[in-house]
């Protein structure tokens, strides 16, 4: 009961969060975003979400259809089941290995794109899906070295041990560094801007979800959005004190999702032989030599 309250929360926190975005943008882009539809656009996710449900469905006829037909279905379960690791104190799941689990299903998000991008039997969609996977593995590498570099303090996988082990000091003040490339990390995990290749509007039409309508692309943006605002709990959990007792812990969630949009609004987008470079040129050599340094002052610390 707990975990499908959790589920419906994030469902509406989504909804939210569309509007929140389009507002930004607006007033970034010196305009009003939407304004008209309740009271001061608050009913506008609503509507959106009722017109994409509710239109006709279009099919490409050459598609590999039932591919086509589940792979946004896939990467909204995806996106359910990493909501699973919300930190109940209450222990409705008690995640031992969370952050493994994590990975997991990350690295399982990659073939949602890809196979959304490839059944769709479009050049535009297959080119999104092939930048996405390649950006998206790319990437895993160097968060999952940040990860590791947070663990050490901890020695658990456990998103319950982050809040007992920073109830005095932040782990932000350990590792200033590698906070910045957690979040750019995050940044290319969730295809957003600068970092949005598989949907590059200007050269691929939209990319890996140029041919879905109605429910396919509405459940695509659920995923999104869903990963967005997990990404940025996780951001809180890891680096930000993680105080699940305090509303501080959810003020600090929405300044990081405000902060995705922010960047969304503010940043052109990256050319893509520099974003690869970012990360195997510069994260992740820098995150294992903090690595190395986190484990070598551990071993001092042990002898």
Not at 120 to 148: C, D, F, H, K, P
């Amino acid at each position: 009961m707990s975990y499908m309250i959790t589920l419906v929360c994030v469902l509406v926190a989504v909804a939210f969060v569309t509007l929140l975005e389009r507002s930004v943008l607006g007033y970034i882009q010196l305009r009003k975003g939407p304004n008209k539809v309740g009271l001061i656009g608050l009913l506008q996710p609503f509507s959106d979400g009722i017109k994409l449900f509710f239109k006709e469905p279009t099919y490409p006829y050459k598609s590999n259809f039932l591919i086509y037909y589940l792979s946004p279905v896939f990467m909204l379960m995806l996106s359910f089941l990493m909501w699973s690791l919300y930190p109940f104190l209450v222990n409705v799941y008690n995640f031992n290995y969370g952050l493994l689990f994590f990975m997991c299903c990350t690295g399982m998000g990659v073939y949602g794109v890809l196979l959304a991008g490839w059944s769709s039997n479009s050049n535009y969609a297959l080119l999104g899906g092939l930048r996405s996977v390649a950006q998206t593995i790319s990437y895993e590498v160097s968060m999952a070295m940040i990860m590791l570099c947070v663990i050490v303090f901890v020695f658990s996988f456990n998103l319950v041990d982050f809040m007992l082990y920073q109830k005095y000091v932040w782990f932000l003040f350990f590792s200033f560094p590698l906070f910045f490339c957690w979040l750019s990390s995050c940044l290319a995990e969730t295809n957003r801007a600068p970092f949005d290749f598989a949907e590059g509007e200007s050269e691929l039409v939209s990319g890996f979800n140029v041919e879905y309508s109605s429910g396919g692309f509405a459940f695509i943006f659920l995923s999104e959005y869903m990963n967005i605002i997990f990404m940025s709990m996780l951001t809180v959990i890891m680096f930000l004190g993680c105080d699940l007792w305090s509303p501080l812990f959810y003020i600090k969630v929405t300044f990081i999702v405000f902060w995705f949009i922010w960047v969304r609004g503010t940043l052109p987008r990256f050319r893509y032989d520099k974003l690869m470079y970012l990360t195997w040129k510069l994260f992740l050599p820098l995150s294992l030599n903090y690595f190395l340094f986190y484990i070598s002052v551990l071993c001092l610390i042990l002898t």
